[in-house]
């Protein structure tokens, strides 16, 4: 039976799931792999503290923020990515995306909730032939109990 490669758009949406399960799975690494081209915005209009560049900046944002529970080496999270919106412009090589977020946290201490929504607005730039975050901003709409998500 013969495979047919997949397009822009689902390798895209590809990253926006990989993303949820490597942070699911306390790979902060992984993540900060897939932003080796790109960056994270914190806020929109945030200022230069809130941009976290290439991998580096990544892996250290969620290095500070995340809490990683010893007996798992996860968070104890499920991040769920839905209504994704991909535009792909195959020529430029580029693309964007928007889509919702919510973050599911269940722990000892914590009874499965969901501990936040909202949307992000992603950017995409493929480079040698595979895709990659250009940019990430997160909006957060709806918060919960995140004191055992994160650090601070």
């Given at each position: 039976?013969?495979?047919?490669?997949?397009?822009?758009?689902?390798?895209?949406?590809?990253?926006?799931?990989?993303?949820?399960?490597?942070?699911?799975?306390?790979?902060?690494?992984?993540?900060?792999?897939?932003?080796?081209?790109?960056?994270?915005?914190?806020?929109?209009?945030?200022?230069?503290?809130t941009v976290f560049e290439g991998r580096e900046g990544v892996r250290k944002l969620y290095g500070f923020s995340t809490r990683i529970y010893e007996d798992t080496g996860t968070p104890r999270t499920k991040h769920v990515t839905t209504n994704a919106i991909i535009d792909v412009d195959e020529e430029a090589g580029t693309g964007t995306c928007r889509s919702y977020f919510t973050v599911l946290q269940a722990t000892d201490a914590l009874a499965l909730q969901p501990i936040i929504a909202g949307r992000y607005r992603d950017t995409f730039h493929r480079l040698d032939g595979t895709w990659w975050f250009e940019s990430r901003t997160m909006h957060v709409d709806l918060v919960g109990d995140l004191s055992h998500h994160l650090k601070w």
């Open positions: 039976m013969p495979s047919s490669s997949p397009d822009s758009a689902r390798l895209i949406e590809n990253l926006l799931h990989t993303y949820a399960e490597l942070i699911d799975a306390g790979d902060l690494d992984g993540v900060a792999d897939l932003f080796a081209h790109g960056r994270i915005h914190g806020q929109e209009g945030g200022g230069p503290e």
